[in-house]
Each structure stands twice: as C-alpha cells, then as structure tokens.
C-alpha cells in the first residue's frame, strides 16, 4: 500500500506561480512514472506532466514552457512548479504514481487532490 501526500495548493492571481509537492510512503516499492492531472469542474481529468524513472519528462500543450515536472527520488516526491499561471489553469490537481512491488507486481495511486485557483 501506498500512501500520497499532496501541498502546495491555493489561490494565486494571473502571471504568479505556485509549487506543488507530492510525497510517497508506504513498504517497500520502487517508483516508476510519476504525474500530475488536473481537473476542471465539468471537465474530465487531464494529464498534465510526467516524469519517468529514468527522469524524462512530457507536458500537455497548454502548460508547456511554463510548468516544470521534478522528482526528488531520495524522499520519494515528485514537484510541479508552475509559473505564469492563468484562469484557464484553475482546476483540482492529483498527483498519480506507478510503482513496482519487491514481488514485482505493479500498481497505479492517487493523491487526494489540491486545489489550484487561478484569479484574473
């Protein structure tokens, strides 16, 4: 079982920047990809970035340039700074994680969710 731990949320006006964190614990496993969604009310939720063990990285369209993805593999966390952020960028954030058991079994977690509100 694995527990994630998502700050970092808030409310910040148009051009600012917000970081989120996202902490993994839990027994033995190692981690995989680890990635940010978001949410929008109405909306489904979307990949936003990932960043592979091997610490390659994508982004959607919309955030690339301005939002960067990053892991701290020691404290099993993975970041998300966001820089010039927008209204259209206000939504919930998860943070989602792949990992691999000692027995080699897979499995995919979720955070709980941080909300991110964009003023204009």
């Known amino acids: 079982q694995v527990q994630l731990v998502e700050s970092g949320g808030g409310l910040v006006q148009a051009g600012g920047s917000l970081r989120l964190s996202c902490a993994a614990s839990?027994?033995?496993?190692?981690?995989?990809?680890m990635r940010w969604y978001r949410q929008a009310p109405g909306k489904q939720r979307d990949l936003v970035a990932a960043?592979?063990?091997?610490?390659?990285?994508n982004y959607a369209d919309s955030v690339k340039g301005r939002f960067t993805i990053s892991r701290d593999n020691a404290k099993n966390t993975v970041y998300l700074q966001m820089n010039s952020l927008k209204p259209e960028d206000t939504a919930v954030y998860y943070c989602n994680v792949a990992i691999r058991t000692p027995a080699w079994t897979t499995g995919d977690y979720w955070g709980q969710g941080t909300q991110v509100t964009v003023s204009s």
């Open positions: 960043i592979s063990s091997g610490d390659s990285t």
């Open positions: 839990g027994r033995s496993f190692s981690i995989l990809a």
